[in-house]
């Protein structure tokens, strides 16, 4: 009976001292929690394998707490906060550094293609006065290229319109699809380039 009266005595205390300890594994996830909450955004688009890694960190501790085990959890969310810092900071320079290139690319986007697309302009206009048109070109072909270079040209606009909303990211996608088209058009209408 004594015995089985200091078991029970001894499995209470773990369990008030199990339950002791829950309150501030809650407390640590959550802080956790907040603090990967507030960089996921760009972290997870500019260092997704390091916030892949913070991440896990908060995965095991929320597996330790929902087995009960609140010790381990407070250990394995400890550093979270401090690293989802870090992470914070190597998102933004690499958002910095993607925007810069972003930006170079617009650059380079913006002062060729106007260009590149008044040319096919001139050439399809050229061609459309022709009575005969050259070798390997016909009607439909002729249509083909125009209805080609009205959809570039259309892109082209759209990557503008985008620039002018700030969104170089959406401005340069629609610019490069402008310009692989032109190109193809370059090389249907046997232009020169260079």
Known sequence: MRLRILIAAGAAALALAACSQRDPAAEAIAAAENALNAVYEDAEK??????A????ELVAARKAFDEERYADAIAAVKD????AEALGKEAAAAKEKHVAALNAEWARLSGSLPDLL???DGRLEELG??????D?????????ANAAFESARSTWDEAGAASAKGDVEAAVG????????????VGRLGMQTG
Not at 80 to 83: C, G, I, K, N
Not at 137 to 144: A, G, P, T
């Open 46 to 51: 500019y260092v997704p394998e390091r916030y």
């Open 53 to 56: 890694e913070v991440k896990g």
């Open 80 to 83: 979270v906060p401090a690293h």
């Open 118 to 120: 008044a040319g096919i």
């Open 129 to 134: 006065r022709m009575k005969k048109l050259p």
């Open 136 to 144: 390997g070109m016909d009607k439909q072909l002729l249509d083909e």
């Open 174 to 185: 629609k610019a490069k699809d402008a310009e692989a088209m032109a190109q193809d058009l």
